[in-house]
């Protein structure tokens, strides 16, 4: 009794349409809701303003000699930045696609998105998109204002390399998120879930820390996360101006878990997909 | 034989059968409960091209699981269904692009988008091009009678102009079968009327679409339906024209009691009555009144022994009319229950 799941009924063309007309319903939607807009925009400057000021408090002075040791830079203040801004498009990748499934069981209107004949993973990429425009946007006010209070020390004529690089990594975070997606279509209660992942993420990531300074078992947890390789191969592209054939080391295990991830990723989905169907569950909240 | 019934009718389900298995605890320790829900039991059920098919039966009885099984949403447990020819199984894509659902309720629209950006997105899930969507927005939006507030929220709509613009974005793509879940539940009778002679006369007669019409009022399957299924405890239990399903009660009229002080004493002695052929108990009990039909031939000649049971056995009679069977009759006499609602 199993289905041919996934639509199929349009090409790669109208998927693509399909992509961009969820991105511009989730950037108007996010419009309409005037004070997330400005919690969002105020959150992470906060996070970060807290962790530079906890930086200078415990070191006196934006240069840490011993970052300096274990991490190539002991500029505390650009290391961190980079490691949140890394981090924030990868959460947007990963929350975006099962936050916005979530959301669309709450209002209602999962089951009648998913009676279109569309693909579920175009739907999925319109919502991961649009979060990562806006957190593009919030990303791009926190340089400014870390630039502007304290100094921020990045090389911006490595940019174009550095986005190359996130583009590397991006495959595997939107892998990770149809895996989210599709669970948290299934077993509903995802805030704890979501809650927590973010706090063991935010221990195993090396965004204010390097990794060296995490005890051997956690390092190896971290290897397993491609965001590590995304975070570690950007700090040394904007901070260290290391050119692109010194990231090679870090791209290639992005590369394999690109295709680990994605297929993966769309596997669970399918699978998640079609037990909640089974169970007749799909738009329950 | 696979080629003539997809020529011949819009909507074939084969033995569907749909149980569902009650989880216990939350996640990650949820659990699969001993008990269970039969929602379909063996389903066979045809829908002819063109026509405007009623499926009547009480809450839970099965109506919008058979509707969410036709398009695609849920997987059922055995049996097969074709919905303009494509497996809803094998196909679920072609199905899709193929049939407009509405459900009742009015949670299927974006509150936070006018109508009109409710439409638009739409029709880019369903692929229509960007021109004939501009176009056939604005002709179902006036179709409507939405024209004037298009660009306003949805969240400021009344139920009414919510489930009609639910009705606009299921037609959007113009597909050859609707399948509607209680399109009228809950909206109050103007509106009701409204939607009921939009679906019979312009989708139905006028755009000549094919129609799975899911409902809990009599009146509304009796007063529209070409042919009517009546589906119980997830089994159809009879399937035919409002005409002929009423025709098998075998008598023209019923008699229908308002009494109240009535117990189960009391109906015994009435069901015991030579005359009376069968007897049904609506739910509606006000202020302690339950209606009672009574099936009965030559009612004029037997109201006064009918009268005289009720009075003896301590019971007031409020009110009391000779009336034409309707369809909760036949289902009363069919199944034992009644329709709520």
Known sequence: ?285 | MVFHVMLEYSVVAKRLRKVYRKEEGGFPFRRKSSETIVALDDVDLSVKKGELFGLLGPNGAGKTTLVKILSTIIIPDAGTALVNGHDVLKEPGKVRASIGVVSSGERSLYWRLTARENLEYFARLYKVPDGVARRRISELLSLMGLEDRADELVEKYSGGMRQKLAIARAILHDPEVLLLDEPTLGLDPSFSRSIRVFIREELNRKQGKTILLTTHYMDEADQMCDRVAFINKGRIVAVDSPEKLKAMIGMNEVLKIVVSNLDEKVLTMVRGLPFIEDCGVANAEQDGRTMVRLYMKNVDANIQEVVGVFSKAGCRIFSLSIEKPTLEDVFVKLTGEVLDG
């Open chain 1, 1 to 285: 009794m199993k289905p041919t799941e996934g639509g199929g009924a349009l090409g790669l063309f109208d998927e693509a349409r399909v992509v961009g007309v969820v991105l511009k319903k989730e950037l108007v939607l996010y419009l309409r809701y005037p004070v997330w807009v400005l919690f969002d925009a105020l959150m992470p400057l906060l996070w970060v303003l807290s962790l530079v000021i906890y930086g200078r408090a415990l070191v006196g002075s934006p240069y840490s000699e011993n970052l300096a040791r274990l991490a190539n830079t002991g500029d505390y203040v650009s290391f961190t930045i980079v490691g949140m801004i890394v981090s924030s498009f990868a959460y947007s990748t990963l929350w975006g696609m099962s936050y916005a499934l979530r959301g669309e069981q709450w209002s209602g209107t999962l089951e009648s998105t998913f009676l279109a004949p569309c693909s579920r993973f175009s739907i999925l990429l319109g919502k991961a998109f649009s979060s990562m425009l806006t957190t593009s946007l919030w990303v791009f006010l926190q340089i400014s204002l870390v630039s502007l209070v304290f100094g921020l020390n990045v090389k911006f004529l490595n940019l174009p390399f550095a986005m190359l690089f996130f583009l590397v990594a991006l495959p595997s975070f939107i892998g990770i998120g149809f895996s989210l997606a599709g669970v948290v279509l299934d077993f509903k209660e995802h805030s704890a879930f979501v809650n927590f992942l973010s706090s063991l993420l935010g221990l195993l990531l090396p965004i204010s820390y390097p990794l060296s300074v995490l005890p051997p078992v956690l390092r190896y947890f971290s290897y397993l996360l491609p965001p590590t390789y995304a975070i570690e191969g950007m700090r040394s592209l904007l901070i260290m101006d290391s050119g692109l054939n010194e990231v090679m080391g870090l791209a290639v295990p992005l590369i394999f878990f690109d295709v680990f991830w994605l297929s993966a990723g769309i596997m669970i989905f399918a699978r998640e997909e079609r037990r909640v169907l089974k169970k007749g569950t799909l738009g329950y909240y």
